[in-house]
């Protein structure tokens, strides 16, 4: 069983800054990418950002020059650093894995439940 278990959301007012965490356990073999999706009310889900195992990343163009992305391997995780938050930035953020889980023999995509983040005044 793999689990992905997110941690630092909350509120934060416009300009301020969040860091999300994002922890994989169980049976794990093998990750390959790590990222973040967001789902704003009424929106789709959309990807914030991902970081392959090779430590190449990837940004949504509205987060672009104000967040980061960064994975320990050596831990099994992964952290979003968002700068300058903006209200438009509210949604509910997930956490995301594409893992071989022990005794599998091909990546499964795992997600976390989920963690608020409301950006106002």
């Known amino acids: 069983q793999v689990q992905l278990v997110e941690s630092g959301g909350g509120l934060v007012q416009p300009g301020g800054s969040l860091r999300l965490s994002c922890a994989a356990s169980?049976?794990?073999?093998?990750?390959?990418?790590m990222g973040w999706y967001r789902q704003a009310p009424g929106k789709e889900r959309e990807l914030v950002a991902s970081?392959?195992?090779?430590?190449?990343?990837k940004y949504v163009d509205s987060v672009k020059g104000r967040s980061t992305i960064s994975r320990d391997n050596a831990k099994n995780t992964v952290d979003l650093q968002m700068n300058s938050l903006k209200p438009e930035d509210t949604a509910v953020y997930f956490c995301?894995?594409?893992?071989?889980?022990?005794?599998?023999?091909?990546?499964?995509?795992?997600w976390g439940k989920g963690i608020p983040v409301t950006v106002s005044p």
């Open positions: 169980g049976s794990i073999s093998v990750i390959n990418v």
């Open positions: 970081v392959s195992s090779s430590d190449n990343t």
């Open positions: 995301y894995s594409s893992i071989i889980a022990h005794g599998s023999n091909w990546f499964t995509d795992y």
